[in-house]
């Protein structure tokens, strides 16, 4: 059986891009990959567990790392060649060409270095994902499946032809594009942008990097079939802490850029030649490594959704007869049926979406309908207030709520982050953070970050999570099944202006007990039973990433910073 490696991720800021720094992963686990494929994970010192996709800890240009470092890191800028009829099986089995943008690559960051463009670079790497949706016909009944086209570099040839599917004429395509790099453009060859209806942004505004091929007219057609029940997503479940599921739109899940990049993975020779991953290329190909998109999808569904005990939905891979694949498309038909109240759109301040660092109603809605979300009708309408507000009372809660079961799962990076835990609580404080890229939740609601994280090394060992201090609401505490929720209140809360006066906030259940809202009671009376603030105490697994000195380091307490301060 041959064991597939995966590429090495050297260090390297993906955080310029046009105004944007973020915070995700470069990883999918092997819950991703061909069942028959032996995987080796490389060990948590290696480049592999530095390769941050846009991890402000270590690879944010613009600010880099609180305390670990300043050093300024190149905006990597790349195009990617679309082949001719790229809505069709053929244009589909035909690989895409990147290159060097040789400029900003249409985008508003600096530009872009043909030598750095290379998809055997991990850290540079392009990838696309096509999603196939064909209609009911007679007996047959409606059905999606995913094909993940392959990325070469321009002038070269890939290892193994890519796997060309079957598609039948009735079938409805969206392409959807990631890039580990900062600014992806796509280019046009032989009419392939307009025959594949493509969008790279508005004029003179990418997104960065992400982009997409007639995805509304996917999302279109699958919609309806979904709503004349000709389709059904697979319900959520119910996790390991009693509540739904999390979908990419839960505020458990969403950081400052929600539903981007793809969970694509492709096989790299050690040539360097680029196959699709596949299990008969991975017996072809003997010693191949693995290269993949940083994905806020394939967190959840190879990371979050594991440790609280969910399932992602998954539909055959037409890349890889036999199995079942993960996808962006579906992950966001997911959750646009099933999420419950409140629920996460691309807000205002979202850093894919500014234009001149300044908020575009034309580039936010342009976003969302290429990830199935509702048009905004005003910035108004896509506040980011209320969805920091969100994120503190709903997203937090939960974090906290789940550290029982995500402290000993898997981080993502264990050069940033120990645990998942960990590395969920370093997201979420960054991305609530009012530095440059990220979504100015502290300036907003004007608190403090209600997290702070102890470092050993660079390393996040762990995490506080400050659930009352800001008026946010304490976690729902299980029945002892561990089926449904019960009301819980905080014994105290945020003093008023004076000091004196402490107001609880209260958790109120719905009438089926399964799934709860919190909110800040407008009196002093406490309601319910009362449960203790919770205390995130640090672990103690750190996975040191830089080369250790022989002293003994000593933790470091990073405090949460005053609304004045950027934290």
Not at 536 to 550: I, K, L, Q, R
Request: hydrophobic content about 35%; some cysteine; overall charge neutral.
């Amino acid at each position: 059986m041959n064991t597939i490696r995966y590429l090495s991720h050297p260090p390297l800021s993906r955080g310029l891009r046009s105004h944007a720094v973020r915070i995700s992963f470069l990883c999918v686990l092997a819950a991703l990959l061909p069942t028959s494929a032996g995987v080796l994970w490389l060990s948590s010192g290696s480049s592999f567990a530095k390769g941050c996709h846009h991890q402000k800890l270590q690879c944010d240009g613009q600010g880099q790392g609180q305390g670990q470092g300043q050093q300024q890191q190149q905006v990597v800028s790349c195009t990617l060649v679309v082949p001719a009829n790229p809505l069709t099986a053929q244009g589909l089995a035909t690989p895409y060409l990147l290159a060097g943008a040789g400029g900003n690559g249409g985008g508003d960051a600096a530009g872009g270095n043909k030598q750095q463009c290379h998809e055997n670079n991990a850290m540079r790497a392009a990838f696309v994902q096509a999603a196939i949706f064909v209609p009911a016909n007679g007996q047959t009944p409606a059905q999606i499946s995913v094909y993940n086209p392959l990325v070469i570099d321009q002038g070269t040839q890939p290892a193994i032809a890519p796997v060309v599917p079957t598609i039948p004429a009735r079938a409805t395509i969206g392409l959807f594009f990631g890039f580990n790099g900062n600014n992806l453009t796509l280019v046009d060859s032989q009419g392939s942008l307009a025959q594949g209806m493509c969008v790279n942004g508005i004029a003179g505004s990418i997104f960065g990097q992400v982009s997409y091929c007639n995805a509304p007219a996917f999302f279109q057609a699958a919609t309806t079939a979904i709503q004349a029940g000709a389709l059904k997503p697979p319900a959520v479940g119910t996790a390991r802490d009693g509540r739904p599921c999390p979908t990419t739109r839960d505020f458990s899940v969403v950081d400052q850029d929600q539903s981007d990049n793809v969970t694509t993975t492709y096989l790299v020779t050690n040539k360097g030649m680029i196959a699709q991953n596949t299990a008969a290329n991975q017996q072809q190909l003997q010693n191949a490594q693995l290269t993949f998109n940083g994905s806020d999808n394939a967190l959840l569904d190879a990371f979050i959704d594991p440790a609280i005990g969910c399932q992602p939905w998954t539909v055959p891979d037409l890349t890889n007869p036999g199995n079942m694949a993960t996808a962006l498309p579906l992950d966001e038909l997911q959750a646009a049926t099933l999420q419950g109240n409140p629920v996460a759109l691309v807000p205002a301040l979202d850093p894919m979406v500014l234009v001149n660092n300044a908020p575009n109603l034309g580039k936010l809605n342009a976003y969302r309908v290429g990830v199935d979300q509702v048009a905004a009708a005003s910035l108004a309408d896509a506040n980011t207030t209320p969805y920091c507000q969100n994120l503190l009372q709903v997203g937090l809660p939960r974090v906290a709520l789940d550290k029982q079961f995500t402290m000993n799962a898997a981080s993502p990076f264990p050069n940033m982050a120990s645990t998942l835990f960990n590395f969920l609580a370093m997201r979420f404080r960054n991305s609530f953070s009012n530095q440059q890229g990220f979504l100015h939740c502290t300036k907003l609601l004007g608190v403090k970050n209600p997290v702070t994280l102890v470092t050993q090394n660079g390393v996040v060992v762990g995490a506080t999570i400050n659930l009352n201090g800001n008026g946010g609401p304490c976690p729902l505490t299980p029945t002892a099944q561990g089926q449904t929720m019960t009301a819980a209140c905080c014994p105290q809360n945020t003093a008023t202006a004076q000091g004196q006066t402490q107001i609880p906030c209260c958790l109120t259940a719905t009438a089926q007990g399964q799934q709860n809202t919190g909110a800040v009671c407008a009196s002093p009376t406490q309601t319910g039973s009362t449960s203790p603030t919770p205390t995130v105490s640090p672990t103690t697994t750190p996975t040191p990433s830089v080369s250790p000195t022989g002293d003994t380091p000593t933790p470091t307490v990073e405090p949460s910073p005053s609304p004045q301060d950027n934290g």
